[in-house]
């Protein structure tokens, strides 16, 4: 399904394509879930470096983005409920080694050291809408409304009580949508809350363990967070392409 995206709307710009496109996304993919480093990809996918150059222009450009787009607009009917979260990635060693600073390299120190942290917004299948890099050490609440898709109307916003916040419930409200979000412990007024509908937030953390079942998402290798939120987005859209399969079975 990547392949034939890729031909039909990337491959045709202008520029030098792919020789082997097949052994470059297998390759890519043989990185995703081993965790490897780029010089280890066997010479069956073709040079390392071809395949890494590759990869980094396409996280460059977008197009992993594109593809998750599409199949989001695809199953638009999945999004009567959006379920919100973050969830901590470990960054390598590696990852710090870059000259940029820790804002633009979306790294942040906590107690267990240096930290990214995804920020996803997923649908009622639990497959991925939104997925936005912030620091690790960055509130939960800061890159929650960046993360929300714009089109909220008559859509139902799942979140833990990090997300209660007059700000994000008003731009929910605005949008159109209907807040699910339990109220802090320390609010004065009172905000009714159904907590049958909430308890559908196990869906995203059921979306976080999926994705984090490929090494190259689980802990960061990359310095670059384009190229890092690439690894990200390419088991999104293998989440929804294993969904579409079981779905039409």
Not at 80 to 98: C, F, P, T, Y
């Amino acid at each position: 399904k990547i392949n034939n995206l890729y031909r039909t709307e990337v491959g045709s710009h202008r520029g030098r394509p792919v020789g082997n496109l097949d052994a470059t996304l297998n390759g890519i993919w043989w990185i995703l879930c081993t965790g490897s480093i780029w010089n280890q990809l066997p010479e069956r996918y073709g040079k390392w470096n071809s395949v890494w150059r590759c990869f980094r222009r396409w996280c460059g450009s977008g197009m992993w983005g594109w593809i998750l787009q599409n199949l989001t607009e695809q199953h638009s009917d999945y999004e009567i409920a959006l379920m919100l979260d973050g969830s901590h990635i470990k960054a390598h060693q590696d990852a710090s080694r870059s000259p940029l600073d820790s804002e633009q390299q979306k790294l942040g120190k906590t107690k267990g050291g240096r930290n990214t942290k995804l920020s996803a917004v997923v649908n009622l299948a639990g497959r991925a809408v939104s997925l936005v890099l912030v620091p690790g050490n960055e509130h939960d609440s800061v890159s929650a409304i960046e993360t929300l898709p714009k089109n909220l109307k008559a859509k139902f916003v799942l979140a833990d009580k990090a997300y209660d916040a007059n700000r994000i419930r008003s731009h929910i409200e605005s949008a159109g949508g209907f807040c699910v979000i339990p109220p802090k412990a320390n609010r004065k007024e009172t905000i009714s809350y159904d907590k049958e509908i909430g308890r559908l937030r196990r869906i995203v953390e059921n979306f976080f363990c999926r994705i984090k079942s490929y090494r190259r998402v689980a802990t960061r290798y990359e310095q670059l967070p384009q190229t890092f939120l690439g690894f990200v987005t390419l088991s999104a859209i293998v989440d929804w392409i294993k969904f579409e399969f079981v779905h039409a079975a």
